[in-house]
C-alpha cells in the first residue's frame, strides 16, 4: 500500500545520521516502563502498524531511532523500558540534550504507582539535562476502561505527579496528560498535539487557518500530516475528536482509493514520495485523477470508508454511510490531489493537497459548498501563504548548503595541485 | 590466558542480565578436587576442598555483615555427577550476586544452610521460591529468574582441564572477583543494548583497556511466551589482552555459533510447527479485534529462564562444559609470551622493487655480524635468523630512521638536503637491492611531481631524472658541477682480519694503502669514475657506520687533503674482543651541496634535543616549534623513534606539508610577487617557514609547475 510507512528506516539496523542530519532535528522520545506500549505506538503511528499487530512485537531492547521526513523532519527514539538512561555511564547529555519532546507512557491497566515513580525520576533527571524539553505523558491503553475510571485515572495521575513534582521545587515544569489508545484515534489526536509544540510555525499556520474558515464560512479546517494522519495545525475552535476521526479517515479512504486506482508504477510510488522529490507526489495526485476518471460507481469509495472506520467512536456516521454520497470531482486546472465527500448529515468533507506532505480537509455545511468557486480560490490564497511559510526555512536551508559547499569547493582548490599528480 | 566467557540474555523485565559466568579458576586456589570426598565432609571449605580466593572470602566477610540470617554461610559442598564435566561440585562460597541482589538471597541462602549443614543439597532447594519478595521497591537489585540454575540446586560448577589438571573451571552466575561484576554488567549493557550489528545474530568486538576486550556474539532463541516469539541472548568472551581476543576471534565466533545454534534448535524442537507471520497476522485481524490472546502463548511478564525455554533443566550444564571447551581450547591454540620491548613493525616500502632476483648476499653468519655491526645505541636490532626467507629482509634499509643511523645525522642531512633542493642523487652500489631501498626512501620525501626516478647502468643528466640508481663500477661525467649532485655509494667489504686498530689506519694510506680493505673499497670505486683527481677537491665525506655519534664526523672543506676514514670511530666501535669478521657497507657521500646551517646542527645534534633550544642563527632566534628547518622537523620526527607506521604516517604529513606549501608559494609565483623580496619574506614568514627553506619550496613548486605543463 502506498504511504504505508515511512520506509528508510530498517527497525532491525536502526538507522544512523550523518552528523549534519542530526542538527535542527527534533527528537521525541518514547519512554515508560516496560510493556508500556512504547514501539506499539511508534509502529502504529509512524508505521501504520495495525494495532492487533503490535501484541507479536518484539521486546525492545536498544534505543530506536526512527527518521520522519515530513513537513518539518523530526525523529522518533524509542527507548527500551528497561533500562535507566540517567546512569551515568550513558551520555545523558548526548541523549537528552537535543531532545523536544519527552513522552512517557504509562500503562492506565497495570498498576501504575511504579510507572509514577519511574516518570518522576525521569523528569527530574531530564529537567537537569534539559530544561527545554516538553514533558508528555500518554496514559495508555485506555480502550480497555470505562469512561468514568479513565476520568479517574488521569486525575489521580495528574495529582501525584505535580504534587511530587512540586515537592522536588519543579513546579514551572509542564506536564501535558493525555488519555491514548492504539485502537482508537486517540493516539493520532494526542500525537499532534505532541508535534504542534515542535512545529515553530504553528501560529502563523493556526492564523492562516483562521483567516480562511472565517471568510470561507469553514466550520472546521485541519492540516494533516498526509502519512502519519497527524493534524499539524487547525483552527481555533474547539475539536471534536469526531470531526478529527472522519478527517483521519478521510485520507484512508483517499489513499485507499489511489492505491487501488492508481495508474502510476506501484512500486516506483513509496520510493519516490520519500525520496524528497515532487514527482513522489505527484502521483498522487496522478492516482487521484485517475480515480475522479474512472469514477463510475460509487461503491469502492463506500467499502473503504466502513472498513477504515473505527468500531467504537463513529458509530453513529458509520451507521449512516450508506447514505453518503461519494461525490469527488476533478478540477483539472492544477495537478493536485482534491476529493469532496459529501455526507448524508449535510456536511461537506473537502479535502484539498497542500504540497506532498500536507493536505487541508474542512469539514462546512453543504449549503456553504454551493459557492465552491470562492473556496477554492481562498484555499488557493491559503497554499499561497503556506509555501511562504515553508519558504523561509527552505531559504535558510539552501544558503547553509551553499556555504557548505562553497567551503568545500574552496578546500579542494587548495589542495588540488599535486591532487592531478 | 585470562579470558572469561558470559551468557546474558535480555530479560524481559530486567533488561540485560548476565546469566552465566565461565572462567579460569586460579590454580593456587584450587587444589585437586576429589570428588568423592566432598558430599561427605561436613566442614567442606576449610579442609579438603580448598580454600577459596581471597576475594571471596573478603566478600563473604561483607555478607555476612549484612545478612541477617546466617553469617557462618557454610554452605554445603555436594557433586552431581555430571556426564559434561570433570568435576562438578558446589563452590563453597557466597555469591557476590547476595551483595547486590539482597532480598531474595537472603531467602534462600538460610535453608539451604541449615538444612545441607550435614549433608548435600540434592534438590531444588528454595532457588527463586520466594519470588514475591523480589519484586519489591527498587527494580535494579532484583535477582532474576532468568540467571544460572541447575536441577540439583549448586550455584557454581566446576571442571578440570583435561590437559592441565591443575587449571579448572568455574561457572556461576556471576564472577567470582567482585571487581570483574561492573566491567561485565556494561559489557552485558552495552552488547544487548547499545551495540548494532546486521541481522538477527551477528558478533561485536569492543572494548577498552580499563575494562577488558569483549567479543559479544549475539542470537534469539524463539521461545513462544516471551514477547515477540524470541528472546535476546549473547555469549560474551572478555579478556584483557585485545592481540589474544582478535587472534582468537575467528575461533571463538565458530564455536559461539555452534552453541547459538544448538540452542536454537533445542528452542525450535519445542515450538509448534511454524506458523508463518502472514497466516498468523491474518488469524488474529480476522478473529475479534482486541484479539484476546490464547493462553499458551500469552505473554509472560516474567523473564523465563532458559532452562525453561529449552525444556532442559541441565542445559546450564552443558553450557558450561561448551564454554570450559571453547576456553580451555582457546587457550591452548595460542600461547601468550611477554616479550621485552616493543614490538618491531617492519614496513615494507619497497616491496615493489623487491624482485625475486636479488639474492641475499650475506651469509647468515656474516649477516649477524653485520647485524651487531648495526647496532645502534640503545636500538638493537635483533634478527632471529630462523629461517632462510627472512634473508632478504634482515638487511634492508627500511626506513629513514635506519638510513640516518647508517649515514650519521650529518650526512643523512646532507643528502636529504641535496634531495628535497632539487640536485641530482645519485645512488652507487653493488647490492642493487640496497640501492633501491635508499631511493625509495629519497623518493618517500619528495612530492610525487617531483620525482623521477631512473635504474640503469649509464648516467643519466640531471633534467632526464633527479634520483638515479647505478651499479658500482659507473661512471659518472667529470665535468659536472659538484654543487648540483650528491652521489651516494654504497659498497660493501668484507674483513677478514681482527679490525685494525685505529693506528694502522694513515691518512696518507688512504689512496694507496692496497691492504687496507676501506682503501681498496675508497679507491676501487674512485678510479673506475674517471673523476678521480677532481673529486678529491669535492667536499667528499668518507663515512662508516656511524655508531657512536657524530662526533667521529671529518668535515672535510674542499680542496682539503683526500677524505680520512674515521678511525676513531671505527676503533671504538670494532674492539670487541672477539675479533669477529665482519662483514660491513661503508657509505660514501660525496659531492653536493651544504644543507644550511650545518656547522650549528652538528653541534646541536650532539644534544640530545634538537629543539633548537635557543639557537641563534644569522642574527635570528630560531622559534622551537614555529619555523624549524625543514632537516630539523624531519630529523626530531625521526628522533622519536616512533613504531614504523606511525613515523611513515608522520613523514608523509611532513612531505604533504611542504607540498601544499609549496603549492601556495608557485600560486604566488604566478601572481607575480615570487621575485619581490618584502612580499616572500612575509609569504614565508605566514607559512612559517625559514628563509633557508626557500629552496626548497622553489624546487617543489618547478617541480609541480612542470609538471602542469607537461600535462598540458
Redesign the interface.
Same mark, same amino acid.
Given at each position: 500500500m502506498s504511504y504505508s510507512d515511512y520506509g528508510d528506516n530498517d527497525p532491525?539496523?536502526?538507522d544512523d545520521l550523518a552528523d549534519e542530519d542530526r542538527e535542527s532535528r527534533p527528537r521525541l522520545m518514547l519512554m515508560g516502563l516496560?510493556?508500556s506500549g512504547k514501539s506499539s505506538i511508534q509502529r502504529v503511528v509512524f508505521h501504520k502498524m /495495525?494495532p492487533?499487530?503490535t !501484541?507479536? !512485537?518484539?521486546?525492545t /531492547?536498544?534505543?530506536n531511532k526512527d527518521n520522519i521526513h515530513s513537513f518539518i523532519d523530526f525523529q522518533v527514539w524509542d527507548f527500551?523500558g528497561?533500562?535507566?538512561f540517567f546512569d551515568p555511564?550513558f551520555d545523558t547529555t548526548a541523549i537528552f540534550g537535543e531532545v523536544g519532546a519527552l513522552v512517557f507512557v504509562i500503562d492506565s491497566q497495570d498498576d501504575y504507582m511504579?510507572a509514577l515513580a519511574r516518570l518522576h525520576s525521569t523528569v527530574v533527571a531530564a529537567y537537569r539535562v534539559n530544561p527545554n524539553i516538553t514533558f508528555e505523558v500518554f496514559i495508555h491503553k485506555v480502550?480497555?476502561l470505562s469512561e468514568d475510571y479513565k476520568i479517574d485515572t488521569q486525575r489521580d495521575i495528574q495529582q501525584t505527579t505535580t504534587d511530587e513534582l512540586a515537592d522536588a521545587g519543579l513546579e514551572n515544569v509542564q506536564l501535558a496528560f493525555y488519555l491514548t489508545s492504539i485502537?482508537d484515534h486517540s493516539i493520532f489526536e494526542a500525537f499532534s498535539k505532541v508535534i504542534q509544540k515542535l512545529i515553530p510555525q504553528l501560529p502563523t499556520l493556526e492564523n492562516l487557518l483562521n483567516i480562511l474558515c472565517a471568510n470561507s464560512g469553514i466550520e472546521k479546517a485541519f492540516l494533516f500530516d498526509v502519512i502519519s494522519k497527524i493534524y499539524i495545525a487547525t483552527d481555533s475552535s474547539p475539536v471534536d475528536s469526531q470531526s478529527y476521526e472522519i478527517c483521519s479517515d478521510m485520507i484512508d479512504v483517499i489513499i485507499d482509493i489511489s492505491s487501488i486506482y492508481g495508474r502510476a508504477a506501484i512500486g516506483a510510488k513509496s520510493e519516490g514520495y520519500l525520496e524528497d522529490q515532487q514527482d513522489g507526489h505527484d502521483d498522487w495526485t496522478q492516482q487521484q485523477d485517475d480515480y475522479d476518471g474512472s469514477n463510475g460507481n460509487s461503491q469502492h469509495p463506500r467499502q473503504g470508508t466502513q472498513d477504515s472506520r473505527p468500531?467504537s467512536a463513529l458509530v453513529s456516521n458509520s451507521s449512516r454511510a450508506g447514505s453518503l454520497n461519494n461525490h469527488p470531482v476533478r478540477t483539472s486546472d492544477n495537478h493536485e490531489a482534491f476529493s469532496v465527500i459529501k455526507m448524508g448529515n449535510g456536511t461537506v468533507l473537502y479535502l484539498r493537497e497542500v504540497n506532498k506532505y500536507l493536505a487541508l480537509i474542512c469539514l462546512l455545511r453543504a449549503e456553504t459548498f454551493e459557492k465552491q468557486g470562492l473556496i477554492d480560490y481562498n484555499v488557493h490564497c491559503f497554499k499561497e501563504a503556506m509555501d511562504q511559510v515553508f519558504e523561509l526555512k527552505r531559504a535558510e536551508r539552501t544558503r547553509r548548503e551553499m556555504e557548505a559547499n562553497q567551503m568545500l569547493e574552496q578546500q579542494q582548490r587548495?589542495?588540488g595541485?599535486?591532487g592531478?599528480? | 590466558m585470562n579470558a572469561l566467557i558470559a551468557l546474558a540474555v535480555w530479560c524481559q523485565p530486567h533488561g540485560p542480565v548476565t546469566i552465566l559466568t565461565t572462567q579460569h579458576r586460579r590454580p593456587a586456589s584450587f587444589s585437586s578436587l576429589p570428588p568423592s570426598s566432598s558430599p561427605q565432609s561436613p566442614i567442606p571449605r576449610n579442609s579438603d576442598n580448598g580454600t577459596p580466593p581471597p576475594t571471596i572470602d573478603s566478600s563473604s566477610s561483607t555478607i555476612s555483615s549484612n545478612s541477617s540470617t546466617n553469617p557462618s554461610l557454610l554452605d554445603p559442598t555436594s557433586v552431581s555427577s555430571n556426564s559434561a564435566t570433570q568435576g562438578t561440585d558446589q563452590v563453597p562460597t557466597p555469591d557476590q550476586r547476595k551483595i547486590r541482589r539482597a532480598a531474595n538471597q537472603h531467602h534462600h541462602n538460610s535453608p539451604s544452610t541449615n538444612s545441607a549443614g550435614m549433608r548435600p543439597v540434592s534438590t531444588q532447594s528454595g532457588l527463586m521460591s520466594p519470588s514475591t519478595s523480589t519484586h519489591s521497591m527498587n527494580s535494579s537489585s532484583n535477582a532474576c529468574e532468568c540467571q544460572f540454575s541447575i536441577p540439583s540446586g549448586e550455584k557454581s560448577l566446576h571442571s578440570v582441564d583435561p590437559a592441565n589438571s591443575a587449571l579448572s573451571y568455574i561457572s556461576q552466575a556471576v564472577p567470582v572477583d567482585p571487581n570483574l561484576f561492573a566491567p561485565i554488567r556494561m559489557a552485558c549493557i552495552r552488547s544487548l543494548n547499545s551495540e548494532t550489528y546486521c541481522g538477527r545474530e551477528g558478533s561485536v568486538f569492543f572494548g577498552d583497556g580499563m575494562n577488558g576486550y569483549v567479543l559479544s556474539y549475539m542470537f534469539t532463541v524463539h521461545d513462544a511466551q516471551s514477547r515477540g516469539q524470541r528472546v535476546k541472548y549473547t555469549i560474551m568472551t572478555m579478556m584483557t589482552d585485545r592481540v589474544y581476543l582478535v587472534a582468537s576471534m575467528e575461533y571463538l565466533i565458530s564455536q559461539f555459533q555452534r552453541i547459538a545454534a544448538n540452542l536454537q534448535a533445542m528452542a525450535s524442537a519445542l515450538s509448534p510447527p511454524q506458523q508463518s507471520p502472514a497466516t498468523r497476522s491474518m488469524s488474529y485481524s480476522s478473529s475479534h479485534h482486541r484479539g484476546s490472546i490464547m493462553p499458551e502463548n500469552a505473554p509472560t511478564r516474567r523473564g523465563r529462564p532458559l532452562t525453561d525455554v529449552l525444556a532442559k533443566p541441565d542445559i546450564f550444564v552443558q553450557l558450561h562444559a561448551a564454554f570450559v571447551c571453547v576456553l580451555s581450547n582457546c587457550s591452548q591454540r595460542l600461547m601468550e609470551r611477554h616479550i621485552q620491548g616493543r614490538p618491531k613493525v617492519m614496513i615494507k616500502i619497497c616491496l615493489n622493487f623487491m624482485s625475486t632476483t636479488f639474492r641475499p648476499i650475506l651469509t647468515r653468519n656474516d649477516r649477524t655480524n653485520m647485524e651487531q655491526v648495526f647496532d645502534d645505541a640503545g636500538q638493537s636490532i635483533l634478527f632471529t635468523g630462523e629461517d632462510s626467507d627472512c634473508d632478504a629482509k634482515t638487511e634492508i634499509i627500511d626506513s629513514l630512521r635506519e638510513l640516518r643511523r647508517v649515514l650519521g645525522r650529518h650526512k643523512f642531512d646532507r643528502l636529504i638536503w641535496n634531495c628535497v633542493v632539487g640536485n641530482q642523487v645519485i645512488v652507487r652500489g653493488e647490492e642493487t637491492r640496497i640501492v633501491k631501498e635508499a631511493i625509495v626512501l629519497l623518493e618517500d620525501i619528495l612530492p610525487k611531481a617531483c620525482c623521477t626516478v631512473h635504474f640503469g647502468s649509464q648516467y643519466e643528466p640531471t633534467y632526464e631524472c633527479n634520483i638515479l640508481g647505478l651499479e658500482r663500477s659507473t661512471a659518472i661525467p667529470p665535468d659536472m658541477d659538484p654543487q648540483s649532485f650528491i652521489l651516494l655509494d654504497i659498497c660493501k667489504t668484507t674483513f677478514e682480519h681482527a679490525f685494525p686498530s685505529p693506528s694502522t689506519f694513515q691518512s696518507g694510506d688512504q689512496l694507496n694503502g692496497a691492504d687496507n680493505p676501506m682503501a681498496q673499497c675508497y679507491q676501487a670505486n674512485w678510479s673506475n669514475d674517471k673523476l678521480k683527481g677532481e673529486a678529491m677537491t669535492l667536499p667528499a665525506l668518507l663515512e662508516n657506520i656511524d655508531i657512536s655519534g657524530v662526533k667521529s664526523d671529518v668535515t672535510l672543506e674542499v680542496g682539503a687533503t683526500p677524505p680520512t676514514p674515521p678511525t676513531s670511530a671505527s676503533g671504538t666501535l670494532y674492539s670487541p674482543a672477539s675479533g669477529f669478521k665482519a662483514q660491513r657497507r661503508i657509505y660514501l657521500l660525496q659531492a653536493g651541496e651544504e644543507p644550511p646551517e650545518i656547522s650549528s646542527s652538528l653541534q646541536s645534534t650532539n644534544l640530545s634535543e634538537k629543539n633548537g633550544l635557543g639557537k641563534e642563527l644569522g642574527g635570528r632566534r630560531i622559534q622551537s616549534n614555529a619555523d624549524r628547518l625543514y632537516i630539523e622537523t624531519m630529523n626530531s620526527i625521526l628522533d622519536l623513534r616512533l613504531p614504523r607506521v606511525m613515523e611513515t604516517a608522520r613523514l608523509s604529513l611532513l612531505r604533504d606539508e611542504w607540498t601544499s606549501k609549496s603549492i601556495q608559494f608557485y600560486n604566488l609565483h604566478r601572481a607575480g610577487h615570487a621575485s619581490d623580496e618584502s612580499v616572500v619574506e612575509r609569504f614565508l614568514q605566514s607559512m612559517v617557514v625559514d628563509k633557508r627553506d626557500l629552496k626548497i619550496l622553489r624546487n617543489f613548486a618547478k617541480c609541480a609547475r612542470s609538471q602542469k605543463f607537461g600535462r598540458g
Open positions: 532491525i539496523y536502526g516496560r510493556r /495495525s492487533t499487530e !501484541l507479536f !512485537l518484539e521486546s /531492547s536498544k534505543i527500551p528497561q533500562m535507566d555511564t511504579e480502550d480497555g485502537y468500531p587548495h589542495n595541485m599535486y592531478h599528480g | -
